[in-house]
């Protein structure tokens, strides 16, 4: 039986409603990840920026590449959908979207760790900084990326007993 629950989903149908939810996924997260893009454009060229010490630099820069790399990994599976539109390949799409996906959010959580870093260092200092900068990391890390991974093991040891 199909994950969705549904005996009469066949395989074609299952590919076209998996790449559609992931393709809606990815919109949502394009929108966020776009903002902050935005945000960290914009930044350089704000009076206050020139305050940055070095550090703050470093930290800018992580936070614009990242976001950066996250924009291009949630991008691309919609513009590979138009370019390989009615090929045959839309389960190869499907593959590689959910992979690009993973590597956008692991992107987009640096990205949203450095820029958190980088105000919290403007306006509280070092130390705090890192304290913010470390929370913002841990909590992506566990429910983006670790919890997923337990939820699966702990699956795999239902289904094997």
Known sequence: MPAN??????????VDRELSE????????VTGVQVLF??????????????????????FFIALTS???ASVCFITPAVQHRLLFRT?????????ANELGVAGAISLAIAMTTAVA?????VL?????????????LATSWL??????????RLRDREEH
């Open 5 to 14: 629950g549904n005996p009469d989903e066949n395989p074609k149908e299952r």
């Open 88 to 96: 045959g390949l839309k389960e190869k799409m499907l593959h590689r």
């Open 38 to 59: 935005a945000f960290l454009f914009a930044m350089p060229f704000q009076a206050g920026f020139a305050k940055v010490d070095t550090s703050g630099h470093w930290l």
């Open 144 to 153: 983006w990326i670790l919890q997923p991974i337990v939820d699966l093991y």
């Open 125 to 137: 200092g070092n130390w705090l900084a890192i304290l913010f900068g470390a929370a913002v990391a």
């Open 67 to 69: 976001s950066a790399a």
């Open 22 to 29: 992931l393709l809606q996924g990815l919109r949502v997260m």
């Open 118 to 122: 980088l105000v919290a260092e403007v």
